[in-house]
Each structure stands twice: as C-alpha cells, then as structure tokens.
Nanobody, 127 residues
Framework: QVQLVESGGGLVQAGGSLRLSCAAS????????MGWFRQGPGKEREFVAA????????YDADSVKGRFTISRDNAENTVYLQMNSLRPEDTAVYYC????????????????????WGQGTQVTVSS
C-alpha cells in the first residue's frame, strides 16, 4: 500500500505559478504509475496529468497542455505538478493518485484505474 500527501496549493493571481507536491510513503514508490486530478466547484473530478513508473512517459489533459508539467523523483518518493500561466478556471482541489503497475511505461488517465488517492490540496486562482 501507499499513502499520498499533497502540498503546495494556495491562492495565486491569474498568470501566476504554483508547484504541487505529492509525497508517498513506503519504499516501493517506483512501482506506481502516478496521476494528478482536480475537482472544481460543482464539477466532476477530472484528469490533469499522468506519469509512468520510470518517468519516461507523461500525458497531459488538453486543458493544461503547455502550461502544466508533471514530473517525479523516485529517490524522494515524490511526484510534482508545475503549474504555470494559471487561469481562474484552474481553481479546484487537486488530488494525486497512484496505481501499482508492472510496466515501466504505462500511464492511466481515468479515475477508475487508480487505487490510491491523497486528501487533496486547494488551488485558487483569482482574476
């Protein structure tokens, strides 16, 4: 099992940047494909970005492509989401998620594929 704790959220003006972190417990972090999701007010939880076990593959939602970057440091048991050029519509609670996979290049983009979730961190972008 793995426990996930997000941090780095906050209030930022439109056009600004934030970096979210997700720290994972345990010594098997490198066995997990990781993802970031978000849930805005009154909305469904949606996919943001995903990264493979090895970090060699990433995939971003169209809504954040070119603005957000997912990365991971397996030595530090941490996955990051660098968010630039933030917009008011990026306001949401951001969650990281993990799934144990055998393939080093597999990524998941749907909620149902992830078995472990963090508690979320609030990101608010003011206009």
């Amino acid at each position: 099992q793995v426990q996930l704790v997000e941090s780095g959220g906050g209030l930022v003006q439109a056009g600004g940047s934030l970096r979210l972190s997700c720290a994972a417990s345990g010594r098997t972090f490198s066995r997990y494909a990781m993802g970031w999701f978000r849930q805005g007010p009154g909305k469904e939880r949606e996919f943001v970005a995903a990264i493979s076990r090895s970090g060699s593959r990433t995939y971003d939602a169209d809504s954040v492509k070119g603005r957000f970057t997912i990365s991971r440091d397996n030595a530090e048991n941490t996955v990051y989401l660098q968010m630039n050029s933030l917009r008011p519509e990026d306001t949401a609670v951001y969650y990281c998620a993990a799934d144990a996979v055998a393939s080093t290049t597999l990524i998941h983009t749907t909620k149902a594929d992830y078995g472990y979730w963090g508690q979320g961190t609030q990101v608010t972008v003011s206009s």
